[in-house]
Nanobody, 124 residues
Framework: QVQLVESGGGSVQTGGSRRLACSAT????????MGWFSQSPGKEREFVAA????????LYSDSVKGRFTISRDNADNTMYLEMDSLKPEDTAIYYC?????????????????WGQGTQVAVSS
């Protein structure tokens, strides 16, 4: 089992920045990939970004490419999401997710472990 805990959510103005963190504990040696998903009220949970735990390859959704940066610290078992140039439409609960499956992918159902989420609110 792997446990995930997000931190770093909060309120920010349009154009501002926010850094989210996801700390993983448990059987972290089994991880192949970690990622971020977002969910706005009334919408489905959507893929934001992912990073391979093995080789650091990254994958982004088109809506955040060039504005968000995903990174990891294997020694600390922590993943980060640096969010810049934030827009009101980025307002959502951001969830950390992880999978033991190798590779890099955006398919929500392939992620086995989920955190509780952290709220990000972007005001105009």
């Amino acid at each position: 089992q792997v446990q995930l805990v997000e931190s770093g959510g909060g309120s920010v103005q349009t154009g501002g920045s926010r850094r989210l963190a996801c700390s993983a504990t448990g059987r972290t040696f089994s991880l192949g990939i970690m990622g971020w998903f977002s969910q706005s009220p009334g919408k489905e949970r959507e893929f934001v970004a992912a990073i391979s735990w093995l080789d650091g390859r990254t994958l982004y959704s088109d809506s955040v490419k060039g504005r968000f940066t995903i990174s990891r610290d294997n020694a600390d078992n922590t993943m980060y999401l640096e969010m810049d140039s934030l827009k009101p439409e980025d307002t959502a609960i951001y969830y950390c997710a992880a999978s033991t499956r190798p590779g890099i992918f955006r398919i929500r159902g392939w992620y086995e472990y989920w955190g509780q989420g952290t709220q990000v609110a972007v005001s105009s």
